[in-house]
């Protein structure tokens, strides 16, 4: 079965500090894709990135950065210089795919990011 | 582009009742996808409707329902409502094809039942 660790519940930092919210999960497929995702106060999950199982570059996109190493199953998020606005719940989530050719999102149990003035 | 859509944006009924979640997704895309996220159990799949038709559920009793319609909005049904199905329900949409496409989420309806 699929599984997806986040094993921070909550972090707080002073702005203008750099974060780094762990993710490691599990799975049997070879074939599979990782994300993360945002969720302020107001509930919508705002898709931040998807990265595939054959990809293990890190990706960075502003102040945004992260660190797939498949050999220790971890897909971590680091957020560069934070921002009170940066406050939410962070989810990583693992793809299934099902038949069909759809897929399901098991999700961790997501890190909530306090940053503060 | 619009983004995802859902209605109501919060909803109170008593147990027993039955209610009724809408969701429009982006323009272009043909799958629906519902999540369920009650406090103390985590964002859980529900449900997966593509092209009219329900292709998976998850762990979760028949009383969860819906259909998507030929616009390929959807509707999530849940009939004889229970206290614990007090959550926020989510809705997201990806474009169909086989492997995995990202999904988008809506605002989501948060029920709470009394």
């Known amino acids: 079965a699929q599984k997806v660790t986040q094993a921070q519940t909550e972090i707080s930092v002073v702005e203008k500090e750099d974060v780094t919210l762990d993710c490691v999960y599990e799975t049997r497929d070879t074939t599979y894709y990782l994300f993360w995702y945002k969720q302020p106060p107001s509930g919508e999950l705002v898709f931040l990135i998807r990265r595939n199982s054959f990809d293990e570059q890190n990706e960075i996109s502003g102040r945004y950065s992260w660190n797939f190493q498949k050999s220790t199953s971890s897909f971590n998020f680091t957020i560069t210089a934070s921002q009170v606005v940066d406050s939410a719940v962070y989810f990583c989530a693992l793809s299934e795919e099902l038949t069909g050719g759809g897929n399901k999102l098991t999700f961790g149990t997501g890190t909530q990011l306090k940053v503060e003035l | 582009e619009a983004g995802v859509t859902q209605s109501p944006t919060h909803l109170i009924k008593t147990r027993g009742q039955q209610v009724t979640l809408r969701c429009s997704p982006i323009?272009?895309?043909?799958?629906v996808y519902w999540y369920q996220q009650a406090l103390g159990l985590g964002l859980q799949f529900l449900l997966w409707y593509d092209e009219g038709e329900e292709r998976n559920r998850g762990n979760f009793p028949p009383r969860f329902s819906g259909r998507q319609f030929p616009n390929y909005s959807s509707e999530l049904n849940v009939n004889a409502l229970e206290l614990e199905d007090s959550a926020l329900y989510l809705c997201a949409s990806s474009t169909d094809g086989p492997g995995t496409d990202t999904q988008y989420f809506g605002p989501g309806t948060r029920l709470t039942v009394l």
């Open positions: 323009s272009g895309h043909t799958s």
